[in-house]
């Protein structure tokens, strides 16, 4: 069965600090990545996709980076963490008929 | 450009009492419309895709072009129903959801 896995679900980390989330997924092969955030009262605003390895695609200008160094390997980095980047991050993967499959996430808070 | 509205931030009924979420959305071709459901400390998670036109856990949700809506009803609220519900639009090929801000569902006894 396909699972995804997200880590580390806290996290607090200090302005300017680097930042590395990961996402993998099992059970499947060549997936659609996303990476989404979460900020309070805003909802779910879609950060950057990877259709395949090396592959990315970024919908917001911002302070953060997305890699896709294997098939189900897809991570978000940050050389220097600012307060706005706080917020709640989710990866997801779409499957051909399952939809979109979410991870449990990671909190973020930037002091 | 693509938009979900979903115009309640938090919605309070009481155990039995029908619910209503509102979505609505602009875009100009054929989307494809979902709502998710987050329950406390679960993942978010798929609830009601408008092809499949099925219902879930007694929810409905009907997609009206004219009116570009996908409102999630269900008749009876159970309290197990308090959650938080997102309404969400994929709007290409490459699969990207561009979701509301979320309705949080407060069912009182």
């Known amino acids: 069965s396909q699972t995804i896995h997200q880590w580390p679900a806290t996290l607090v980390q200090p302005v300017g600090s680097p930042l590395s989330l990961e996402c993998t997924v099992e059970g499947t092969s060549n997936p659609n990545l996303y990476w989404y955030r979460q900020a309070a009262g805003r909802g779910l605003q879609l950060l950057f996709y990877?259709?395949?390895?090396?592959?990315i695609s970024s919908e917001v200008p911002q302070n953060l980076s997305a890699s896709r160094p294997q098939d189900r390997q897809f991570i978000l980095s940050s050389k220097k963490l600012l307060l706005s980047d706080s917020g709640f991050y989710l990866c997801a993967w779409r499957g051909a008929t399952q939809g979109y499959t979410f991870g449990s996430g990671t909190r973020l808070t930037v002091v | 450009a693509q938009r979900v509205t979903q115009p309640e931030k938090l919605l309070s009924v009481f155990k039995g009492a029908p619910v209503e979420l509102k979505c609505n959305y602009s875009?100009?071709?054929?989307?494809?419309l979902f709502w998710y459901v987050q329950y406390s400390r679960q993942r978010l998670q798929l609830l009601l895709r408008?092809?499949s036109r099925e219902s879930i856990k007694g929810f409905t949700a009907d997609l009206n072009k004219g009116e570009t809506s996908f409102h999630l009803k269900k008749p009876f609220a159970q309290e197990e129903d308090s959650a938080m519900y997102y309404c969400a639009l994929r709007s290409d090929s490459w699969g990207k959801l561009q979701f509301g801000a979320g309705t949080q569902v407060v069912v009182t006894p």
């Open positions: 990877s259709v395949g390895i090396g592959q």
């Open positions: 408008h092809i």
């Open positions: 875009y100009s071709g054929s989307p494809e």
